[in-house]
């Protein structure tokens, strides 16, 4: 009888570590039983949103990109509390896509109510982004939770235009990212636009003894020059990828080499051996290269930070309020 005391006693404490593990860990089809439709909602959310308006799918992985940077991969960047809403750090200017998360969350809710985060939306939204982009395809992991804290002043560690390549490089390490991710996901600049406001200081302060940053390409930098003037709109958008602003290709890369790249992040990574050497491979290569290692970039950069378990997060029931 004690025999049988003990086994059944370690099944149950195995059952226990099972349900612990199973909890805490993110993986494909994390709605499978509870909510099946998850992912073809968002997705359709995400399509109808891009054909009403082409920029969508940038501002949906810029979103995703910014989540994860804060805390980690939990929706804090949707929250809206005021003031010291993260959404509102200087880092974060620009975001957009807001709208299209808060859609697809009232019909999830509305089809199976308290069961998918508003983080694993922002995930998906981003996996459909560059899909429609006409990038990989490729499974996201779920099973994130919404966490319970949103305030700009956490975000003062995000990745920033004005950045040297070394610190750069520190903010992705900080963030369990190697330099290979940092080139791969600087790649998700081939979409989307920014405004001359990020180009101003590169084009006429640049440092050490103002004027042009003298890396960009003599045959490009006349047509910054007229784009973004002295005296011009410092809200007018450009394409981040020369020539190529709209589709998912590895045109980015070969841009920043030859001196065409738009933000002066991206032209860093040209001044560093290693992270030079990593963008050059993928251009002596293929497309297919980049676009194998951008997916798993962006599914490690899925993994930062997130809050899984019932004790550590929630599942809001609308996405810019805590519950």
């Not at 804060?70 to 003031?83: A, K, W």
């Not at 998360?101 to 996996?127: M, T, W, Y």
């Not at 997916?295 to 899984?308: L, N």
């Amino acid at each position: 009888m004690d025999n049988i005391i003990r086994v059944m006693f370690v099944m149950i404490i195995s059952c226990y570590i099972l349900i612990g593990i199973s909890e805490g860990r993110l993986k494909v089809g994390f709605y499978n039983k509870t909510c099946p439709e998850a992912e073809f909602i968002v997705s359709g959310f995400v399509r109808d949103a891009t054909e009403f308006n082409p920029r969508v799918p940038a501002f949906l992985l810029r979103l995703h990109f910014h989540d994860c940077f804060v805390q980690g991969c939990d929706g804090s960047i949707l929250i809206d509390n005021g003031p010291i809403s993260e959404k509102l750090a200087d880092g974060h200017q620009g975001l957009d896509g807001f709208n299209v998360i808060e859609n697809a969350k009232a019909q999830l809710e509305f089809v199976c109510p308290g069961v998918v985060s508003c983080a694993d939306i922002v995930a998906i939204a981003a996996r459909e982004a560059v899909a429609l982009s006409f990038g990989p395809i490729y499974e996201v992991e779920t099973g994130r939770r919404d966490g319970f804290v949103s305030n700009k002043s956490l975000a003062d560690r995000m990745p920033d235009f004005r950045d040297s390549i070394q610190l750069l490089k520190h903010k992705f390490f900080e963030k369990g990212l190697s330099d290979k991710d940092l080139v791969v996901l600087s790649g998700a600049h081939t979409i989307g636009t920014t405004a001359c406001f990020f180009l101003m200081d590169r084009l006429y302060n640049s440092r050490p003894h103002g004027g042009p940053d003298p890396s960009i390409d003599p045959d490009f930098l006349p047509e910054l020059l007229q784009t973004c003037p002295p005296n011009g709109d410092i809200n007018f958008r450009l394409p981040i990828d020369h020539n190529s602003g709209q589709t998912f290709d590895i045109q980015i890369l070969e841009n920043i080499r030859s001196g065409f790249a738009v933000l002066q992040s991206d032209a860093r990574l040209m001044n560093d051996q290693v992270t030079q050497r990593i963008l050059d491979s993928y251009l002596m290569f293929s497309n297919q290269s980049f676009e194998a290692d951008f997916v798993k970039s962006m599914v490690k950069m899925g993994r930062i930070g997130v809050k899984t378990g019932s004790k550590r997060g929630e599942i809001r029931r609308v996405c810019n309020r805590f519950n």
